[in-house]
Antibody, heavy 118, light 111 residues
Framework: EVQLVESGGGLVQPGGSLRLSCAAS????????MHWVRQAPGKGMVWVSR????????SYADSVKGRFTISRDNAKNTLYLQMNSLRAEDTAVFYC???????????WGQGTLVTVSS | QSALTQPASVSGSPGQSITISCTGT?????????VSWYQQHPGKAPKLMIY???NRPSGVSNRFSGSKSGNTASLTISGLQAEDEADYYC???????????FGTGTKVTVL
């Protein structure tokens, strides 16, 4: 069974940093692109970033480009999101998701809440 | 990139059928057969229900079906059940700056 478990969320001040982790199990992690998707409280979902199976290719939403960095450690079956220069508008539940067969997301974690506030 | 447009809410009685629309543009929904749908119960992880407009992943009930006409995709839930009460989001590949766009979300209520 595919399992994705996020961690690392919490309360951080504007301008601060946070690193999210997503522990994967139940599949060959290195074979899959992985994504981060966020959902602000009471709002819809927004794609944030993705990374190829070998970690060599990444892309980002314009809203986080230059501030967030996605990475992975295939030996540890773990996906990361380093978030710097955080803003109030980054407050959201962050989900990691596995890339599906066709521009979709076939498995999701339960999410971790990031709150940016002074 | 603007979110795809979905109705805020749709409701139906048990056993009825409901349809949720997802309207985009020729740069996303209308241009490609890469529309997917997700079910999200409160406080839970989203679940893939439909991919490639009309394909169901293994384990998803055949009461869920998808279709597309022009720039609008649709998710139909037939034989509505209490457990179907949840939020539903569409998503599509897009040629905009970012490769994925989600819908605004629809709350389904079973009366």
């Amino acid at each position: 069974e595919v399992q994705l478990v996020e961690s690392g969320g919490g309360l951080v001040q504007p301008g601060g940093s946070l690193r999210l982790s997503c522990a994967a199990s139940g599949f060959t992690f290195s074979n899959y692109w992985m994504h981060w998707v966020r959902q602000a409280p009471g709002k819809g979902m927004v794609w944030v970033s993705r990374i190829s199976g070998d970690g060599s290719t990444t892309s980002y939403a314009d809203s986080v480009k230059g501030r967030f960095t996605i990475s992975r450690d295939n030996a540890k079956n773990t996906l990361y999101l380093q978030m710097n220069s955080l803003r109030a508008e980054d407050t959201a539940v962050f989900y990691c998701a596995r890339d599906g067969s066709s521009w979709d997301f076939d498995s999701w974690g339960q999410g971790t809440l990031v709150t940016v506030s002074s | 990139q603007s979110a795809l447009t979905q109705p805020a809410s749709v409701s139906g009685s048990p056993g009825q059928s409901i349809t949720i629309s997802c309207t985009g543009t020729s740069s996303d929904v209308g241009g490609y057969n890469y529309v997917s749908w997700y079910q999200q119960h409160p406080g839970k992880a989203p679940k893939l229900m439909i991919y490639d407009v009309s394909n169901r992943p293994s384990g998803v009930s055949n009461r869920f079906s998808g279709s597309k006409s022009g720039n609008t995709a649709s998710l139909t839930i037939s034989g509505l059940q209490a457990e179907d009460e949840a939020d539903y989001y569409c998503s599509s590949y897009t040629t905009s700056n970012t490769p994925y766009v989600f819908g605004t979300g629809t709350k389904v209520t079973v009366l």
